[in-house]
């Protein structure tokens, strides 16, 4: 389906809606606009990285890293 055809299909849809799917449709909009990907900050470069995903496998190589199940049971404590 092509987007003028979505764009058409949403347009009856919203004509002919109801108030409660009227408000499901805008907040899904809503949220959708008010999405951002984007984190504060400088990129990170490649070096720099590099650098984080060496030093992670070395700690992860030494034991130095939470199990799924330690993890579960400290979640269980919050």
């Known amino acids: ?3 003028n055809q979505i ?3 949403l347009q009856d849809v919203i ?3 109801d108030t409660r ?3 499901m449709l805008y907040a ?3 949220e959708y606009n008010d999405e951002n990907f984007a984190l504060p900050g ?3 470069s490649v070096k720099t990285l590099k650098t984080r995903v060496n ?3 070395r700690r992860i190589q030494s034991g130095q890293f939470t199990t799924q ?3 579960d049971k400290e979640m269980k404590s919050w």
Do not use: I, P, R, W
Request: proline content about 0%; overall charge positive; aromatic content about 0%.
């Open 21 to 23: 799917l009227l408000k």
């Open 1 to 3: 389906m092509s987007t």
């Open 15 to 17: 004509e002919t809606g």
């Open 7 to 9: 764009q058409k299909k």
């Open 28 to 30: 899904v909009a809503k």
């Open 69 to 71: 199940a330690e993890l």
């Open 55 to 57: 030093s992670a496998k």
């Open 42 to 44: 400088k990129a990170m």
